[in-house]
């Protein structure tokens, strides 16, 4: 029986011929395995994927276990991982500097990050992480840089506002996340990818002259699933308002708990994704507390304070609980 492959099939494998990466073979792998007619003439080409994709991932943990040290990889802490990226001379390293205590080397000059540098953006009461990484271009992309990108659990794009070009950067990073599969705007996959409302564009540079006139072409040209928002790091323009998109693209909550006849901990909250239940915070907890729980209290989204509810019932965020064993 013929296989009959799609014209999908073959750009996601020519995309899987020119990979280099181990996550950006897996994608195009895990594409072909989603855009593949499913019948019986493909049963064995299906099979034959699934085997390279599952080999694949296990190159991948072997190489993570070496002990060799990978300098694109950036260990996620905090309430979660926004990856920043641009052309040379966007501002990045500026803003990383101005919404962090990181100290990255800043200067006019292009390239002066050659490696992510992570910084700690507070957020209320959680730490945010924030990553520079090295600039790309329409002609060179970093190696290890996709990978970077792929780990994030969320992306700012950022653009110069005052340069002529502004609009073909945004338009080329966009495009690049979209080609590498690190952004879709489907759901055809399991591969690990980000979807266009965990990414935004900024419009760094924001009071120079000239640019309020180019916000307005991105906003009218550039990519509609994309918000942009004004910044500059050197006036401060926009980052307390960032600071509270960039908590919202991560689209996690913070869960207070508290001991039976103590006031509750205002200080430490447990991060959970959107949508996490009562079961999911116990797991947090401790791995032997789903079993042990016996009583639950909410104070914060229940009906009235200090309601008993299931151990599926959803939290939302800042809701306090208390889990009695």
């Known amino acids: 029986m013929p296989a009959n492959l799609t014209p999908q099939y073959y750009k996601a494998e020519e995309a899987f011929k020119m990979a280099a990466a181990i996550g950006d073979k897996i994608a ?66 500026s803003l990383l500097a101005a919404m962090t205590r990181a100290r990255p080397k800043v200067a006019e000059y292009p390239f002066t990050t050659t490696v992510p540098l992570a910084g700690m953006m507070p957020y209320q009461d959680v730490l945010i992480q924030l990553v520079d990484t090295p600039p ?35 338009q080329a990073c966009y495009t690049y996340l979209l080609e590498k599969k690190i952004v879709r705007e489907d759901k055809t996959t399991r591969s690990q990818w980000i979807s266009p409302d965990r990414c935004l564009a900024l419009a760094a540079k924001a009071d120079v002259g000239g640019s309020i006139d180019n916000i307005h072409i991105m906003r009218e040209l550039g990519p509609r699933k994309l918000e942009l928002i004004p910044v500059s790091a050197e006036t401060g323009l926009g980052l307390e308002w960032l600071r509270e998109k960039i908590y919202e693209l991560l ?68 809701d306090i609980v208390e889990i009695n064993q």
């Open 28 to 93: 195009a792998l895990e594409e072909m395995l989603a855009v593949i007619p499913k019948h019986k003439g493909t049963e064995k080409i299906q099979a034959d994927l699934k085997k390279r994709i599952s080999k694949l991932k296990e190159e991948g943990q072997r190489k993570s276990k070496t002990g060799r040290i990978d300098p694109f990889r950036v260990e996620k802490q905090g309430a979660g991982q926004v990856v920043l990226l641009g052309f040379p001379n966007t501002g990045k390293s």
């Open 136 to 170: 790309l271009t329409e002609e060179l992309v970093p190696d290890g840089l996709s990978g970077t990108l792929r780990n994030a659990d969320a992306l700012l794009i950022l653009v110069d506002a005052g340069s002529d070009n502004c609009l073909e950067q945004l």
């Open 251 to 318: 689209k996690v909550i913070r869960i207070y708990t508290k001991v039976p006849g103590k006031e509750p901990d205002l200080k430490t909250p447990f991060v959970l994704k959107m949508g996490s239940t009562v079961l999911d915070l116990a797991a947090s907890i401790h791995r032997d507390l789903p079993k042990l729980m016996k009583n639950v209290r909410i104070w914060g989204s229940a009906r009235y304070e200090g309601q008993s509810v299931n151990r599926d019932y959803v939290l939302h965020d800042r």
